[in-house]
């Protein structure tokens, strides 16, 4: 009996489609660094050109409605998309795109069609870059107190505070941002989200100076930023959700960050690993050693584990299907499962594996890169504690309500 999955004749065609779509759209001179935080701005300019490519073609987004420039994609579609991609080292999209990533599916429930229409296009054809702002200086796990605020005044707000850990290398056109637009109003009834052109007078961008990680698909994200807005004055019709709404709008949002969208990439540089350790060189390999096979074994399945649950929430959210506290058990889990594949690397192959040794030199210090982000990947998207704290509500476990899953549609 054959167990192998087979695409049908449809999802051949459309593999071979988006072969010849890379093929001819994917540079030449695209670089693979092990470690995205090196990636020059000419590297990251080649995926933006490659990102307006999957763009144009509704690729970028590919399951964000035709209208508002998605492609309307079945998930075997965009699963063969991805597999795809993920053959030639790159992600969907290829490039930092939080606000987008997070905001356009955010904005598709609570914008108005003037919204979806306005933002919604630039951001799925890859034309704009945008930012998520959200975390500050005393809000972070508790994002309900922020102090940041935006204050309305005639046909604009005016925006004022900090905004933290945010962003990443390369600027952004547009910040997706979460602020206060009633002071003295109650907690979670007092939040509004504005989406802020990035090039009004009185924004301040500053990089921090922290541990670099977090090049999601070979993106070049590297560095966190503070952002300072200092009397900005964005235009009214930039609220999205309805005025001292936020909250609400906050839940969908949070939702696709925690993970209830799931994703269909998975991690490669695990496979490549298992590889080499499979390679036999002067009559001898890693995996010869059953110790070593042992460990190879767990630390496939750990791989496959995260990577089932992210798929299983593509599915449910792709399909509409009721879902509960699938989101954060697919994030504490791929949190959890990067630390510990890491050290299991390390554990098989020992510490030369985080260098360019001959031996590992095709992974070119990748697992070095591997170790460092799942290190720092514990803390944003919510943190593991908070992670635990959701899926607890969402099972009532602890004398609760039943807490539910945020609308994704
Ligand atoms: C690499 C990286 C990228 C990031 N990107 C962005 C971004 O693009 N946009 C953005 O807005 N922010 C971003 N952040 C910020 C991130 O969202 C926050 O760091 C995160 O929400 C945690 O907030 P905090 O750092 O203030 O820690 P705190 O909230 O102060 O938490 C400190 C510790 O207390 C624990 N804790 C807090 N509350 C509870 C609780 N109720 N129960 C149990 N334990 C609790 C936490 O788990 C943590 O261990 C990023 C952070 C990092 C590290």
Redesign the pocket.
Same mark, same amino acid.
């Given at each position: 009996m054959d167990f192998a999955i087979q695409d049908s004749p449809e999802q051949t065609a459309f593999r071979v489609e988006v072969r010849a779509f890379l093929d001819k759209n994917v540079s030449p001179d695209i670089e693979h660094m092990a470690d995205p935080c090196d990636m020059s701005f000419e590297q990251y300019q080649l995926r933006r050109d490659l990102g307006r490519a999957l763009g144009a073609k509704g690729w970028l987004y590919p399951s964000m409605p035709k209208e508002y420039g998605g492609g309307d994609l079945s998930t075997e579609q965009i699963g063969i998309l991805t597999d795809e991609l993920t053959r030639i080292g790159l992600a969907l999209p290829p490039y930092y795109d +939080?606000g987008g990533r997070m905001g356009a599916p955010t904005i598709l429930v609570w914008g108005t069609e003037e919204h979806k229409k306005r933002f919604l296009p630039p951001i799925c054809r890859g034309e704009v870059r945008t930012?998520?702002?959200? !975390?500050e200086p005393g +809000?972070? #796990? $508790?994002l309900a107190g922020i102090k940041s605020t935006a204050i309305r005044d005639g046909d604009h707000y005016v925006v004022n505070g900090q905004?933290m850990? =945010?962003?990443s290398s390369h600027g952004a056109d547009y910040s997706w941002t979460i602020l206060v637009t009633d002071p003295k109003g109650e907690r979670h009834k007092n939040l509004s989200w504005l989406m802020i052109p990035m090039n009004l007078p009185g924004i301040s961008v500053t990089p921090m100076d922290l541990l670099a !990680?977090?090049g999601e698909g070979g993106s070049g994200c590297g560095v966190?930023n503070a952002v300072f807005f200092d009397n900005v004055r964005v235009p009214a019709e930039n609220l999205v959700g309805g005025e001292n709404n936020g909250w609400k709008v906050a839940t969908t949002h949070l939702e696709v960050e925690h993970g209830g969208m799931g994703r269909l990439a998975d991690r490669r540089v695990v496979y490549d690993f298992i590889d080499l350790c499979k390679k036999r060189e002067d009559g001898w390999a890693i995996a010869d050693d059953p110790g070593a096979r042992e460990e190879l074994v767990n630390l496939y399945i750990e791989s496959e584990i995260t990577r089932l649950f992210a798929m299983r929430n593509h599915w449910l959210s792709h399909t509409n299907q009721p879902r509960s506290y699938e989101g954060s058990q697919y994030s504490l889990r791929r949190k959890l499962s990067g630390l510990d594949m890491g050290e299991k690397m390390v554990r098989i192959a020992g510490p030369l594996v985080l260098t360019k040794d001959k031996r590992w030199a095709p992974l070119r210090g990748s697992i070095e890169y591997f170790q460092r982000d799942s290190i720092? #990947?514990l803390?944003?998207? +919510?943190? !593991? $504690?908070?992670q635990r =704290?959701i899926m607890a509500r969402r099972l009532g476990i602890g004398g609760r309500e039943r807490e539910k899953a945020a609308n994704l549609r």
């Open positions: +939080a930012w998520q702002l959200l !975390t +809000a972070g #796990s $508790d905004k850990y =945010v962003g !990680t977090g966190k720092t #990947s803390h944003p998207g +919510a943190t !593991t $504690d908070i =704290v």
